[in-house]
């Protein structure tokens, strides 16, 4: 009798606007269809005025497509939101905590092996969801798993903050073990490697520390961005990468940009990183960020609504890390109220930080403090000149015009002073493709965003 | 539709109904405001779905029509019109034209069509009690401090009205406190209804002073506040209010007589250095004429202060002093009867003449 009325529901939803559909139908139930008598539970007594004045011959309708007899239709109230008993911990029985406790304390034996390797075994490439952002790492770490030190050798892995950098190779190195038990793996931050270093040359022990390296199979290097200006670390590793590179060994580089954008990297390590090409992890599209957080969500065994999870997807434009820490925080809350996640959202509850939507900017805002920030006037900015400097600020203008404020072309170029539209929609597709690979603009383009909004 | 109408009315109207009128994205209309005329009948009408704001608007002249535009647009441009301006207001389609002297402008609405109804109180079954608007505020006030926020007990984010022994009386809990008033004596209808706070907020902000008299009316889940040229409908709270009148102690042994200023001025002494622990402090009656209160030692240091009373037995209990001191500022009277006992028992506040108000707090462990 109950599905009756999610047919019904459909039924309707077609019919009316979403707003209004969500607003009277959302929550509404079907309490008894006892002899023609139906009854409808509503959340108040305007939800009552508005379907029977309104909506009353489009319930009958549908119900009558649905074969339910109807004598008379009445309204109950009755919400639907009231607390569920969500907070299952309370409820949880002997069995499932007997369950729970056997798998912590499993965890906790295998987590022992992270002392050698420096692997975490919650890495893996099965909880690693994989996007159009990724798919590229992710192919060439798979056939460095069926064959390390072959074709992918080094992989140099790059990409911003909390994009899955590290969550990536720790999961190489985990299969790697997994499937060759005798294999020898060391995971390190290059800080690590580093302060291992001068540890080892300090007590008089550089040979052992170099032996140790060289009798891995392999070796994964993870921000490698920190080496900048440590020399001698740098020869070092050096030295060690090209014995494990003749002895065909795997090696792994994770940064968070290229060997030759890192300052003072050697020219020669900078050329070598990048042999078998780099690969890099983009901000993932709002389809992949979906689908981590319903993968997310399935590991963890919460129920999240899909709308909740577009919205949450829709609102974290920054990275996959604030991506979880949002959810896992709307998640936390909605357990503790008692609200599902979406009714939190819908309540307005939920505050993602989002300072790019916060305050918009005017156009002639953004085209001065971008001029400001290249130190230019506004004038010189939007001038005809083709001297380099000049000519870039006044793309970075334009990309953020229409990246922010989603002005049409022509508007851009009238606002930056260009004769054509199509010159402006090259100006945004070059700083689009520059911003791949050019992380100082990635940083200016950030640092003038914070200006605008700050 | 057209309308003729002074600036001071009609933006005293806007301002009161446009209140309720903001934030509901998912139904963007219930940011408009209906202006609705029929049969010479202005009426200004908005909604949160929780409630609905009526005001009937006196005008000069008019012609029947309905529109709806945003509210807030619409109040803020009529208040930023010279005063004594008379304004016009004539629709075509969803646009509403305003003039006034030089000024004149055009607001994009919508069709009313897409507002939603409001529910109306059936006047036959309805069950409908009058009272000064002064005594209404001021008991509202008084019973109001001791609501909740907590959404996850409905009961007691309202108000009870409830009739007892023939009296209506209002009362109200956050399970820590609670207070209650007699409104009304020797009513002939019997009510047991919660009304949301949120509502009971909305009615003491739109009443103004030259309405004397208010008219509350109770239908099976609605209630309709009606004073001046204003109507609140609201719904009811679907839950059942705690039976309070089991809570109110029938037997606190120790009753002592205080003047209200002197208490409320060494309360707030006392709740100087009670801040960290939670603001709790101890009331203390001591042979043969002191009452004492005094903080909980602790790292800013202590208070203890006394009062001049009778006392006819010693006794002391720990509380939060600003439960008591929003109790104080309910109570109307220079002298109040504080009243506690020896045994686990809630304290009982009252003035010392009018026996309406009750107000009563839960101890805490000492």
């Not at chain 2, 010479?40 to 535009?69: F, H, M, Q, R």
């Not at chain 2, 509202?140 to 009870?160: E, H, K």
């Amino acid at each position: 009798m109950f599905d009756v009325w999610k047919n019904v529901l459909a039924e309707i939803e077609q019919q009316i606007s979403p707003a209004n559909y969500s607003t009277w139908f959302a929550e509404t139930s079907l309490l008894s269809t006892e002899d023609g008598e139906i009854k409808i539970g509503v959340k108040n007594s305007f939800h009552i005025k508005q379907l029977k004045t309104r909506y009353l011959d489009m319930i009958t309708t549908a119900l009558k497509n649905n074969n339910v007899p109807i004598k008379n239709i009445s309204f109950e109230i009755k919400s639907l939101s009231k607390p569920k008993t969500r907070s299952r911990e309370v409820f949880i029985s002997n069995e499932v905590l007997k369950n729970r406790l056997k798998k912590i304390q499993k965890t906790n034996k295998e987590s022992s092996a992270v002392q050698q390797t420096g692997l975490n075994n919650k890495y893996t490439l099965a909880n690693f969801v994989v996007g159009s952002n990724n798919d590229l790492a992710v192919s060439a770490a798979k056939s460095i798993i069926d064959a390390p030190g072959t074709r992918f050798n080094p992989f140099f892995l790059y990409g911003g903050p909390g994009l899955g950098k590290t969550h990536l190779v720790q999961a190489i190195g985990n299969e790697l073990i997994a499937r060759n038990p005798d294999f020898k793996i060391l995971y390190t931050p290059i800080a690590d490697f580093y302060s291992d270093f001068i540890d080892a040359v300090r007590n008089g022990k550089g040979k052992e520390f170099n032996r140790k390296f060289r009798k891995l199979d392999c070796l994964i290097i993870d921000d490698f961005q920190f080496i900048m200006n440590k020399e001698q670390s740098q020869e070092e590793f050096f030295n060690i990468f090209n014995d494990l590179y003749q002895l065909n060994k795997q090696i792994i580089v994770t940064s968070d940009r290229l060997p030759n954008q890192i300052k003072s990297v050697d020219e020669r390590l900078a050329s070598r990183l990048t042999w078998a090409g780099a690969f890099d992890l983009q901000l993932p599209k709002f389809e992949d960020k979906c689908a981590i957080l319903r993968t997310k969500a399935e590991l963890m065994g919460y129920e999240i609504e899909p709308e909740a999870i577009e919205y949450i997807a829709e609102n974290v434009n920054t990275n996959i890390r604030d991506l979880e820490s949002e959810f896992s925080t709307i998640i936390f809350t909605s357990e503790v109220r008692g609200l599902t996640p979406l009714e939190l959202i819908n309540k307005g509850s939920v505050n993602i930080n989002r300072p790019s939507k916060l305050r918009p900017a005017s156009s002639k805002q953004i085209v001065e403090k971008v001029a400001k920030y290249y130190n230019l006037s506004v004038k010189e900015m939007c001038s005809k000149s083709r001297v380099a400097n000049i000519k870039t600020a006044r793309q970075v203008a334009m990309f953020i015009l229409s990246k922010e404020l989603s002005l049409s072309t022509n508007k851009i170029a009238a606002e930056v002073g260009v004769q054509d539209h199509t010159t402006v929609m090259h100006g945004i597709k070059k700083i689009e493709n520059d911003l791949k690979l050019n992380f100082s603009l990635r940083d200016q383009i950030e640092e003038i965003k914070e200006k605008i909004y700050g | 539709m057209k309308i003729k109408v002074s600036q001071e009315k009609l933006s005293k109207a806007l301002n009161n109904v446009s209140r309720i009128a903001v934030g509901k994205v998912t139904l963007p209309i219930l940011n408009n405001v209906l202006i609705r005329v029929d049969k010479k009948k202005v009426s200004l009408i908005t909604t949160n779905l929780d409630l609905a704001i009526i005001d009937y608007l006196p005008v000069s002249s008019s012609e029947d029509g309905v529109i709806t535009v945003p509210a807030k647009l619409l109040a803020e441009f009529i208040n930023n019109l010279p005063k004594g301006e008379s304004i016009e207001f004539s629709t075509k389609d969803t646009k509403l034209t305003i003039s006034a002297g030089k000024y004149s402008s055009i607001i994009n609405g919508a069709l009313a069509d897409d507002f939603p109804e409001i529910p109306e109180i059936n006047e036959k079954n309805a069950i409908i009690y009058k009272i000064t608007t002064d005594e209404f505020k001021n008991s509202l006030n008084q019973v109001l401090i001791a609501s909740s926020n907590d959404l996850t007990r409905p009961a007691l984010t309202g108000v009870f009205f409830n009739t007892n022994d023939n009296t209506l009386a209002i009362a109200a809990t956050d399970g820590y406190r609670l207070a209650e008033k007699k409104l009304i004596d020797k009513v002939e209808s019997e009510v047991k209804a919660i009304v949301p706070s949120s509502s009971l907020q909305e009615v003491l902000r739109s009443i103004s002073d030259d309405a004397e008299e208010i008219e509350i009316a109770f239908n099976d889940d609605l209630v309709r506040f009606r004073f001046g040229e204003v109507e609140i409908i609201s719904k009811l709270i679907d839950a059942s209010f705690p039976d309070y009148q089991k809570l109110i102690p029938k037997d606190n042994n120790i009753s002592v007589k205080l003047n209200r200023e002197e208490l409320t001025r060494i309360t707030k002494l006392a709740a100087l250095f009670s801040r960290s622990v939670g603001g709790s402090i101890v009331c203390e009656t001591k042979s043969p004429d002191k009452f004492s209160v005094k903080s909980i030692a602790n790292e800013f240091g202590e208070n203890d202060s006394e009062l001049e009373a009778n006392i006819d037995k010693e006794g002391k209990i720990n509380l939060n002093s600003r439960f008591l001191l929003d109790a104080l500022n309910a109570l109307e009277e220079k002298e109040i009867i504080f009243s506690f006992s020896d045994r686990i028992a809630p304290i009982l506040l009252k003035n010392k003449k009018d026996p309406k108000y009750t107000h009563i707090i839960m101890p805490l462990n000492s």
